[in-house]
């Protein structure tokens, strides 16, 4: 009899260990854009997850802000949890969450402020040439605070004579003779380059008597 019972309470104590569920808790996992502006993904050990998926607990999700042309994060969100340090602040475009319960976190878009621009008028004189790298658009609009360098190419018999550069702040060159003139667009500007004739030195005849006398 006492053999029996022992046999019935080991059967009864393996049988409860099979019972044990491994299964790792989970929690639910919702994102999303608060208005327009942008989109969120998420992705879980590099692979991506959908809003309403659930998420094993101590797993970290990373959230992508990807904001359209003209905008840019505004904001993060979050209730139930708390963002990783250092992320989902201010327009940072990533957020990271380590789920130890169900969460939502959503991220907001702002448009960007009007880019200021100026005219840039480049004046081609003769007997020579000028270049802008980078090039100057056919509106010849030129956003604020953009470098450009201006190179000036004489023609034969011609070499580089003066520089002038109105409205803007010169960086570098625009001397006269100077193949090139670097400046930072913060005005209206105008920029031309004037050209002269190479002058050649002469060389005296020596006259025959002396071409006669060094042969």
Known sequence: FKWAAALMLAASVIGCKHNV??????FTVTFGVDGTGGTLKATVDGSEINSGNKVEHGKTVTFTAEPNGGYEVDKWTITGG??????????STTAKVKI???VNI?????ALPPVQKYTVTLMQS???SVTAEPAIPSDN??????EITFTAQANAGYQINTWSITGD???SGGKSGNISAKVKITANTTVQVTFKPIEYASVPYAGLDTYLKDS
């Not at 569920?21 to 989970?26: A, G, K, Q, V």
């Not at 959503?106 to 702002?110: E, R």
């Not at 609009?141 to 953009?146: E, G, H, L």
């Open 21 to 26: 569920s491994n299964t790792p808790e989970t």
């Open 82 to 91: 708390a963002f990783e340090t250092g992320t989902g602040t201010g327009g």
């Open 100 to 102: 130890t319960a169900t």
């Open 106 to 110: 959503t991220v907001s878009f702002k």
């Open 126 to 128: 003769e007997h020579g």
């Open 141 to 146: 609009q030129i956003a604020k605070d953009t």
């Open 169 to 171: 702040v010169l960086q």
